[in-house]
Every structure is written in C-alpha cells, then in structure tokens.
C-alpha cells in the first residue's frame, strides 16, 4: 500500500508542493501503512492484478456527517493508469459500504487535479459546493473540493 500511496503522489501531485516537503511527503506514504493498519477501525480494500496490488481504497465513518461514510484515501498505482482495476475497486468499496449500511459517502480531493475529478464523476459521485483548504504539513493549505454520493 505504502508503494501504491507513494507512486500515485508523485505522478499526480509534485506540482503542489516544495521539492523538500514533497520528497519527504512521498517517504512518508511508502512507510506509514503498517502504523494506519495496526491503529485503525476503519475499512481498507485492495485490488491486485496478476498478484500484484495496484489500487486500494481506506474509507470508515464520517467524522463530520453522522450515517455516512467518508473515503479517506483511493489511490491507483500509475501503472494500473487505464486498466480498470480503480474502477473495479470503486465498485467493490460502494457496494462494502452499501452493506455496513451507510446512506452515503463523501471525500475531499484537491481541486486542481482533474484526472481525479474525472473519476469520481464517473463513478457517480458530485460535488457538494463545499470547498476548503487542507494543509498537508508545509503550512501551505491546498484548496480541496468535496465529493458526495447517496448510497440509499
């Protein structure tokens, strides 16, 4: 997971941050699964393709919106880029949460990162008109927009 984290970061979001921070952001990622993974509740869903892990989505209860699930993190290796393993996996987390019974899910992704907004639009989700700015550790916050599906 940590490897899957950290190649889509570099892919996707290099043009966002100092080359420092963002060199020790990506470190951070390829190491900080194991700690998620031992100290969480939350739901964590691979995809594999030929055995090899590519895609996996994190998501639990929203913090913020009670009945609904948030998507903490869905990440796609860069070589999975087009082979349908993130939409195979989008399916597989909505039809999970659909089951532990939540009404809907929402996430934040950056606002300038339109292959990601492209995704979730395809997969059904629409912005909610809810905009922030989330500071990923270098006291510059980046503008996210959220997303939002009714599961029911």
Do not use: C
């Amino acid at each position: 997971m940590g490897e899957i984290h950290a190649e889509s970061w570099k892919a996707a979001y290099v043009g966002f941050f100092d080359p420092a921070f963002f060199a020790e952001a990506v470190r951070n990622r390829r190491g900080k699964w194991h700690d998620v993974l031992a100290n969480t509740q939350d739901t964590l869903l691979l995809a594999a393709r030929a055995g090899r892990p590519l895609t996996f989505s994190y998501f639990g209860s929203s913090p913020t919106r009670p009945g609904w699930a948030e998507l903490f993190g869905f990440y796609n290796h860069p070589d999975a880029w087009g082979t349908g393993s993130a939409g195979a996996l989008m399916v597989a987390s909505l039809h999970r949460l659909r089951e532990d019974g939540f009404d809907g899910v929402h996430l934040w992704t950056l606002r300038d990162t339109p292959q990601s907004r492209r995704f979730y639009a395809k997969n059904g989700f629409t912005e909610s008109g809810a905009v922030r700015g989330h500071d990923f550790g270098d006291g510059n916050p980046i503008q996210q927009v959220e997303y939002e599906l009714a599961l029911s």
